[in-house]
């Protein structure tokens, strides 16, 4: 009785086998019930002998239908046995004056609950028609029902709605207490997901950050052995390690966007943008590699579209880039094209259409469905020399998701391929940009020496708590004749902040004991303090678009992600200083 008590209540037990249980329980207690009142009413032998032989039958079945695990079968053989039992029981105890019709009930509900399957069907179909060839024979043969006494047919009629009561009582309280306990389980599931989330976001961060801090010295100091006078060797090997470095960097940011948008963290920041400087970028950041393959490369704009658009342009660039660095990636020889252009629908609401052709390895048919999966590479054993995570494709369709736009790829297995896409964007003005050359806007060489001496007039202060840091900032600024001071961290930085005035500051964000973000509040508001009015510029490793919402909301005047360049550092101080005026 307690382990099937155990059974009944044990939530990791399949709910078929619980509810066999349960009503197998209720079943013999019924058995029980009935073969004790024939006993007690003066029953004849033979109808207590088959009561009890009947009993006995049944709780065999059940318990060996547990110990062997073969539930249907069990089930089904146990609803036979209970209802081979139900014309004696309707004969002896007065057929349709007595319980019988209530134990009839019982017997259906039984069948209907513990069966399944065809099994089901059959036993029902048998349960019915036994039942009616009972009440007809009852009918036609009155004398063969053994009446009992009003006394005993009223006890009897109470007994069954007893048991009809326990029954359905037991059903409600254990279906309540199956949604209870799946209730229970939901929310626990939904907190462990809660927190697993969170820890996806930490790790992912976290790893993010770690990645950044080394990489920051070997692309920072590696930009300072390229500026020097070195044989060809050397600098080979020292592009080969720049090269490395930013294609590592750039699987960190793809995993990092993939978590993002996989837990709809991504967020758009929408701004005005100018389209040519937008699509001057994109030339820059794609010509060398198309050039060094040997590629013919063409970027065409319609002279028709807007000068100015509203939208999230570092996204709008992230799209591109993916799919122009796959057209470069995926084609031998020929060429690579990418058309602009826009249109506005009848809503009046205006897209700009990017085409983007190759002459490249083409997509079999039945891979371009999977082509926007996640870490889904197509052909890899052909495409093993080609690098990638399979991640860029699964973000530009998610990207294009948020932004409500779409994409749509063409190919031909050997010939080329051309991506179709179209985002919705505001037009902040609509005066056509014209005619625009597109070619070889390249930004230059990043690595190139800094103008000397372009920012002698400054004072400079690098906080940060990692000593390597520190060094590649100075190295990075040695050229540009900036006095640059170092702290340690936050509490050095604010006792050096009140003796000497500096025109920049540069401040690391995650710093044990007082992190940036507290350091930029206390420089703003220190007493005696002599840098409340400097420009404070995060540089930090931690990446994103969102971080950089935050470093901006909280008050500094630029933000910088490690690893920098010297040039972009060169700029960012410029920009805020005006010193790219006064030259
Ligand atoms: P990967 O980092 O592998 O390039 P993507 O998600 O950018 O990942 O692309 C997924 C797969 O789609 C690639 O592995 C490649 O097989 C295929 N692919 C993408 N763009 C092209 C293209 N222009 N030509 C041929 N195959 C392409």
């Known amino acids: 009785m307690r382990s099937a008590i155990k059974r009944i209540l044990n939530p990791e037990t399949p709910l078929q086998s619980r509810l066999f249980q349960l009503l197998s329980t209720i079943a013999l207690a019924e058995f029980v019930l009935v073969s004790a009142y024939t006993v007690v009413a003066g029953g004849d032998a033979v109808h207590i002998s088959i009561m009890l032989i009947g009993t006995a039958l049944f709780s065999t079945t059940v318990a060996l239908t547990f110990k062997t695990g073969k539930m249907r079968a069990g089930s089904a053989i146990s609803s036979l046995l209970y209802f081979l039992m139900y014309p004696l029981t309707f004969f002896s105890s007065g057929g349709m004056y007595g319980g019988a019709p209530v134990v009839f009930a019982f017997a259906l509900v039984y069948v209907y609950l513990v069966t399944q399957g065809w099994e089901r069907a059959a036993c029902l179909a048998a349960c019915i028609i036994g039942s009616g060839v009972c009440y007809i024979v009852s009918c036609r043969f009155p004398e063969l029902l053994d009446r009992h006494t009003v006394t005993a047919e009223h006890i ?27 209730n229970r389980i939901v929310q626990k599931q939904k907190k462990e997901i809660e927190a697993l989330n969170q820890a996806q976001k930490r790790f992912f961060s976290s790893m993010s950050h770690e990645i950044r801090t080394p990489v920051n010295a070997i692309i920072g100091l590696n930009e300072m052995t390229l500026r020097e006078e070195i044989s060809d060797e050397v600098r080979q090997n020292a592009q080969n390690i720049e090269a490395a470095g930013r294609s590592l960097l750039h699987t960190v940011n793809e995993i990092l966007d993939m978590s993002r948008l996989e837990t709809g963290r991504m967020e758009l920041m929408p701004g005005d943008y100018e389209t040519v400087s937008m699509l001057s970028d994109i030339a820059g950041m794609t010509w060398s590699r198309a050039q060094e393959k040997g590629l013919e490369y063409e970027i065409e704009a319609d002279p028709e579209l807007p000068s100015k658009l ?68 197509i052909d890899e054993k052909e495409n093993r020399a080609i690098e990638g995570t399979g991640l860029g494709l699964a973000i530009v369709k998610q990207l294009l998701d948020i932004m409500e736009g779409t994409v749509c790829v063409t190919s031909t297995y050997g010939k080329g391929s ?57 190295k990075l600024l040695r050229d540009t004749g900036a006095a640059v001071d170092t702290a340690s961290g936050g509490a050095e930085a604010l006792k050096m902040t009140v003796e000497t005035r500096y025109d920049v500051i540069l401040m690391d964000h995650q710093m044990p004991e007082m992190d940036g973000i507290e350091c930029l509040h206390q420089i703003r508001t220190q ?14 490793a931690n990446a994103g678009l969102e971080m950089e919402k935050l470093y901006r909301q909280e008050g500094f005047d630029g933000f910088l992600s490690k690893p920098v360049r010297g040039k972009a550092l060169e700029n960012e101080i410029e920009r805020l200083t005006g010193d790219w005026k006064k030259s």
């Not at 009897?156 to 799946?182: D, K, M, N, P, W």
């Not at 003005?429 to 103008?451: F, H, M, Q, Y």
């Open 418 to 474: 051309a991506f179709h896409i179209e985002i919705p964007q505001e037009v902040a003005d609509g005066k056509p940009i014209g005619e625009v050359n597109l070619k070889r806007t390249g930004k230059g060489n990043p690595s190139a020496p800094s103008s000397a001496g372009s920012l002698s007039s400054l004072k400079i202060l690098a906080v940060d708590d990692t000593p390597m840091n520190l060094t590649v900032i100075k």
């Open 310 to 377: 509203r939208g999230d342009e570092a996204r709008i660039k992230q799209i591109l880039l993916n799919v122009l660095t796959n057209a470069i990636k995926y084609t031998k020889a020929g060429s690579v094209k990418l058309t602009v252009s826009g249109r506005t629908d009848e809503a009046g609401r205006f897209y700009l259409i990017c085409d983007v052709a190759d002459t490249g390895i083409g997509i079999r048919e039945e891979n371009i469905p999977r082509l926007f999966t996640a870490f889904q590479r």
């Open 527 to 540: 007493e005696n303090g002599k840098n409340r009015g400097s420009k404070i510029v995060c540089l930090t």
């Open 156 to 182: 009897e009629s109470f007994l069954s709605i007893l048991l009809v009561t326990l029954l359905l009582c037991s059903l409600f309280a254990f279906v309540t207490g199956v949604y209870r306990a799946e």
